[in-house]
């Protein structure tokens, strides 16, 4: 009889691939076929019944990790099984991340379990697993119920109890951002835009129109300050038609020379009705349901037309500092600074949403 080599551990071993394959939603079997698909069979010269038991064995090891994963400080303190802190960091980071079409269906609806009976169309839509879309619901709102009535930065909170990277933390305090505040993304016009772009635009909402965020050492939150959404309404003077008559004298002098004189005559044809779709949604947010509707009527008042007559992203991001650069020679203006600090921390978040909303 040949010699015969053994070694003893007890570090719990994972494969990354089939983990994977069961953070998708595969079965066993089907993540067995999915391995064999690999050549692993060829390469290792298992059988396929070896390979199975294999792919269960990692199944099962998943699964008695799966309520450790739902408080992650506690996958690290557990004695049941050696897993070293690179792989607790994989098996964290990997739980907690989703997919992006599944998050665009989601987006802005309410985390009920009315919504969660919804995900077999989510499912159907997005062509992802079932099982795979009640993890990331079901994650969302574990996230959602936990930093919703705390204090203090909502990336730092989900980042001390999940444990997840920064990237990850930011798209999450996005997610709850949106679901706390309920706006809705589900309009038509809205399609074209993906998750990425609504995440951007929470997180400049987060830093700047949250509860202490602008100019404060308070913590943010997941709640729109409702001072600054009330002293919004004062920016309605600009509407008054003295102030903007020489409002738009002002700004489309200025650009006169920065922009084509196609674009310069549509800036003084259309200045109006784009400086009131700026400043009415800008009064419109103190109410839930006008607050609702913020990037419908971003999209639809102000983008829309913008496109239409063929402006440039350049273009936009002149004529929208132009606009708040003029703002500030008004006497009304001088005479309270306080309103100048308003329309600053409008007009940043206002401008860098629109600015990442101007794509086709």
């Known amino acids: 009889m040949g010699d015969i080599n053994v070694f003893v551990g007890n570090t719990t071993l994972i494969d990354p691939e089939v983990y994977q ?5 595969l079965s066993a079997q089907e993540a ?3 391995r064999q698909h690999t050549g692993i069979l060829r390469k290792t010269g ?4 070896m390979l199975l038991h294999d792919t269960l064995d990692y199944y099962r090891t998943f699964s008695m990790l799966e309520k450790l994963l739902h408080i992650p400080p506690q996958l690290a303190n557990q004695t049941l099984l050696q897993i070293p802190p690179e792989a607790q960091k994989m098996l964290i980071e990997k739980y907690y991340e989703f997919d992006f079409q599944v998050v665009r269906e989601m987006l802005g609806k309410k985390l009920s379990s009315k919504n969660r009976k919804d995900l077999d169309d989510i499912s159907d839509k997005t062509n992802v697993r079932l099982r795979s879309c009640r993890r990331q619901f079901d994650n969302f709102k574990r996230v959602f119920k936990m930093v919703e009535d705390m204090e203090g930065p909502i990336v730092r909170n989900i980042q001390s109890h999940y444990l997840v990277s920064d990237e990850l933390g930011k798209q999450y305090a996005a997610i709850v951002f949106f679901a706390n505040n309920r706006f809705d993304t589900g309009k038509k016009r809205l399609q074209y835009l993906i998750v990425p772009d609504f995440t951007y635009c929470a997180d400049e909402m987060i830093k700047n129109w949250t509860s202490g ?3 404060s050492k308070a913590d943010i939150d997941a709640d729109l300050d409702r001072d600054f959404l009330q002293e919004l309404r004062d920016l309605k003077m600009l509407l008054d038609k003295d102030t903007s008559d020489q409002h738009k004298t002002l700004v489309c002098s200025e650009l006169q020379t ?8 549509d800036m003084e044809s259309n200045f109006k009705s784009l400086s009131r779709a700026l400043v009415n949604i800008a009064a419109g947010m103190i109410h839930s349901k006008e607050r609702r509707d913020f990037f419908n009527d971003v999209v639809e008042k102000f983008i829309d037309p913008c496109r239409q007559a063929g402006w440039k992203y ?9 606009y708040e650069l003029a703002c500030q020679k008004f006497e009304a203006f001088q005479r309270q600074p306080r309103l100048i600090s308003v329309l600053e921390r409008y007009m940043k978040t206002f401008t860098n949403c629109t600015l990442k909303m101007y794509h086709s």
């Not at 394959?21 to 939603?25: C, F, K, P």
């Not at 298992?46 to 019944?49: D, L, N, P, R, V």
């Not at 350049?314 to 132009?322: C, P, R, V, Y």
Request: hydrophobic share 45%; glycine share 6%.
């Open 21 to 25: 394959l069961w953070l998708d939603g």
């Open 32 to 34: 067995m076929y999915a």
């Open 46 to 49: 298992a059988s396929q019944e």
């Open 213 to 215: 965020s602008f100019g």
């Open 258 to 265: 920065s922009v084509s004189p196609r674009v310069s005559a």
């Open 314 to 322: 350049e273009d936009i991001k002149n004529f929208l500092a132009q």
